[in-house]
Nanobody, 123 residues
């Protein structure tokens, strides 16, 4: 089971950009499908994006499609989420997660989770 640590969050104005990173250690990162989820105060955790262990397949939530890009560097054991044209409604705690297997939007199917990194978008 991989251990995950997110970084890159912060405060940004609407329309701005941030790049989140998720560093993995231990486990089998190269065979892990990675994902980003987010949770805003008072709301349930929601799927943002997922990338297959091969890097060849990705999924996005409709709310971020065209604005966010997920990628991974298996040599560095790191997953990235490039977030452009940020909106106030993107404000949330962003979590990185890992699972063995294919792409999934379901948080319950991911076994490894990071502690999260806060993203705040001001209007």
């Amino acid at each position: 089971q991989v251990q995950l640590a997110e970084s890159g969050g912060g405060l940004v104005q609407a329309g701005g950009s941030l790049r989140l990173s998720c560093a993995a250690s231990g486990g089998t990162f190269s065979w892990s499908t990675m994902a980003w989820f987010r949770q805003a105060p008072g709301k349930e955790r929601e799927f943002v994006s997922s990338i297959h262990w091969s890097g060849g397949y990705t999924l996005y939530a409709d709310s971020v499609k065209g604005r966010f890009t997920i990628s991974r560097d298996n040599a560095k054991k790191t997953t990235y989420l490039q977030m452009n044209n940020l909106r106030p409604e993107d404000t949330a705690l962003y979590y990185c997660a890992a699972r063995l297997g294919g792409l999934s939007r379901l948080a319950s199917e991911y076994l490894s989770w990071g502690q999260g990194t806060q993203v705040t978008v001001s209007s």
